[in-house]
């Protein structure tokens, strides 16, 4: 958590992101570190730990982060918990909750809420009627050489 720690506070001492950091370890030698990039790279997606996990995939040369931990300053908001299942992550370490977070002015709370709503959220969401989509899922099944993730 000490890493973390330190990360979070390098992005804010360079005005790069918000107070948060995380480390990635495995076995435990530490594969990965990061911190929020959002302003640095204007891309709302470079939080700390999507950060972490996109150099950790670098590090191991593959996308499944099986058997690794993550130690992140601030309980992770609903993009980067997604991010942790699709990475196999199991185990998480945080410091701060999301309502401590939240007043600071960081309401992932807000996007758990919306998430939970399904399609009756404030962002317009139209599901169109599009056979090629549907089309595109059928290649995708018969695809031979196609390798799951």
């Known amino acids: 958590?000490?890493?973390?720690?330190?990360?979070a506070r390098m992005g804010m001492k360079h005005n790069l992101g918000?107070?948060?950091g995380a480390v990635i370890v495995k076995?435990?030698?530490?594969?990965?570190?990061?911190?929020?990039?959002?302003?640095?790279?204007?891309d709302p997606t470079a939080h700390a730990e999507i950060m972490a996990i996109r150099?950790?995939?670098s590090n191991l040369e593959t996308f499944?982060?099986?058997?690794?931990e993550i130690y992140t300053t601030s309980y992770p908001c609903p993009?980067?918990?997604?991010?942790?299942?699709?990475?196999?992550?199991?185990t998480l370490y945080y410091g701060t909750t999301t309502a401590e977070v939240e007043?600071?002015?960081?309401?992932?709370?807000?996007?758990?809420?919306?998430?939970?709503?399904?399609?009756?959220?404030?962002?317009?969401?139209?599901?169109?009627?599009?056979?090629?989509?549907?089309?595109l899922l059928s290649e995708w099944e018969e695809k031979e050489d196609k390798y799951m993730y």
């Open 1 to 7: 958590m000490e890493i973390a720690i330190e990360q």
């Open 18 to 20: 918000g107070p948060f």
């Open 27 to 42: 076995d435990k030698t530490v594969i990965s570190r990061a911190h929020n990039r959002v302003l640095d790279f204007n």
């Open 55 to 57: 150099i950790a995939s």
């Open 64 to 68: 499944d982060l099986s058997g690794c």
């Open 79 to 90: 993009m980067c918990m997604s991010a942790l299942y699709w990475a196999r992550i199991k």
């Open 103 to 135: 007043k600071i002015g960081f309401d992932d709370g807000q996007i758990y809420r919306a998430l939970c709503k399904g399609t009756d959220t404030e962002m317009n969401v139209e599901k169109l009627d599009s056979k090629i989509c549907q089309q």
